[in-house]
């Protein structure tokens, strides 16, 4: 099913429709192929982006080709892959599409030869010898070869400016997806190869990036390097995926969670919903960890039997607890889950949230969370535990904001029962078991 802005959660259309109207006025602007960056951390709806952006391209009645940089990265080269998609998404080429096809093929044949002569002259290694596609080929000299590839690139490139000149008034659109999840020496090549190779007037380009990832790949092939200088000689410009915003994590849990909520008490539907959307964007999640969170809480729910689902503390820390599971796994999640944290640490930990985020309105969103997460690491109704935790809740809570005391919050949890096990660990080994199935 195509996916369009109609599907869009974060409110993203509006950056579509300016990157379409910037391309149409400006892929003609450069002698060369326009290439743009979109850059985005990991998980944070490039993919998404795209798709939903080439069909409003498509819309526009734009030519427009997709191709996923990953899903081909166990080739050497990515000529093949980008020729391939040119012959497999565009429609009525007629000749050009076999001669567009057999220019790929000798391009990526000429690369091979000259990579193998090189190897077979410094090592006594002969791989031509090795693959029997090539054992039959006459052996050329590398001068010879090298100019035969480039007449071959040349022949390419005028191919290409013919297949352009024939839609004249629109660009002509490639999107590349998921090229910092390649392999680094072929996210590089890839890069290299629209410089080289495909760099026509009137295609533009579009790299779905994260830009961290990237110019760690050019570092694994390069050692430390400018960076930034060294991508400006293959990217124009660069765009960045706006931030989401607080309210747009709220849409995402009415989509994920709409058959899901039967499962709470409907009192607390709107409170849960509120507080996912304080503890998602205290943590800065991308929207793919907020939809992780999504379905891990409200699976855990559906599935396990979690003591005290009417009582909304108990949801708040099975909340926190989940949304730290998919931030830090593997040390924070495991340090809380097994009671191995210690108050104080745990204070710690929950200062550096809020010193990153901005509470705004929030002060008593903020003291609620704080007090509910102190209540659920204790295991026992002593003075001294709760007399820790108050000190530690005094020391972190936003004074600008209303909240019980931890002994408060203690019997509210219990609803005046005393404590007899730790509200973590119990919700830690439900998450454990759900993830042992799950995984």
């Not at 951390?41 to 982006?49: A, E, I, N, P, R």
């Not at 040349?154 to 002509?172: H, M």
């Not at 708040?316 to 040390?331: G, P, S, Y």
């Not at 949890?413 to 830690?428: D, E, K, L």
């Amino acid at each position: 099913m195509n996916m369009t802005f109609d599907d869009d959660l974060f409110a993203r259309k509006e950056l579509g429709e300016n990157l379409m109207r910037y391309v149409e006025d400006n892929h003609m602007f450069y002698d060369e192929a326009l290439v743009l960056s979109l850059n985005g951390k990991f998980g944070s709806g490039k993919t998404c982006f795209l798709k939903m952006w080439q069909q409003l391209l498509e819309d526009k009645k734009h030519t427009v080709i997709y191709i996923n940089a990953w899903q081909s990265d166990f080739m050497d080269s990515p000529i093949v892959p980008i020729t391939g998609e040119l012959i497999q998404q565009l429609k009525n080429l007629g000749p050009k599409e076999k001669k567009l096809q057999t220019l790929g093929n000798a391009i990526t044949r000429g690369s091979i030869s000259i990579s193998a002569q090189l190897i077979h002259r410094y090592t006594g290694i002969d791989p031509q010898q090795v693959g029997k596609e090539s054992q039959n080929e006459p052996q050329e000299d590398i001068v010879a070869t090298y100019i035969k590839q480039q007449e071959k690139l040349n022949e390419l490139r005028k191919l290409l400016s013919q297949i352009v000149e024939s839609q004249p008034e629109k660009p002509f659109i490639i999107l590349v997806d998921e090229l910092d999840r390649a392999r680094p020496d072929y996210s590089v090549h890839f890069i290299e190869a629209i410089k080289h190779i495909f760099s026509v007037q009137g295609i533009c380009f579009v790299l779905a990036v994260d830009r961290k990832r990237m110019e760690q790949s050019v570092e694994q092939l390069f050692g430390k390097i400018d960076f930034d200088n060294y991508y400006r000689r293959f990217v124009q410009r660069e765009i960045s995926l706006p931030p989401i915003k607080a309210n747009h994590f709220g849409l995402v849990l009415d989509k994920i969670g709409k058959k899901y909520h039967d499962i709470f008490p409907k009192n607390y539907i709107d409170d849960i919903k509120d507080d996912f959307v304080f503890i998602v964007g205290m943590l800065d999640f991308t929207p793919r960890e907020v939809e992780q969170v999504c379905d891990l809480y409200l699976q855990l729910f559906s599935t396990n039997n979690i003591k005290k689902i009417n009582n909304h503390l108990w949801l708040v820390a099975t909340l926190f607890l989940v949304a730290i599971n998919v931030k830090d796994r593997e040390n924070l999640f495991h340090q809380i889950g097994t009671g191995e944290i210690t108050t104080e640490k745990l204070g710690e930990e929950l200062k550096k949230y809020k010193l990153g985020f901005a509470l705004q309105n929030n002060a008593s969103k903020w003291n609620f969370l704080v007090r509910t997460v102190l209540a659920a690491n204790l295991d026992e109704n002593n003075e001294s535990g709760i007399a820790q935790a108050e000190a530690v809740f005094r020391s972190i809570k936003d004074a600008r904001g209303s909240g019980l005391s931890i002994t408060d919050t203690l019997k509210d949890m219990w609803q005046g029962a005393s404590p007899h096990f730790r509200p973590f660990s119990h919700i830690y080994k439900k998450l454990q078991k759900l993830q042992f199935l799950l995984d």
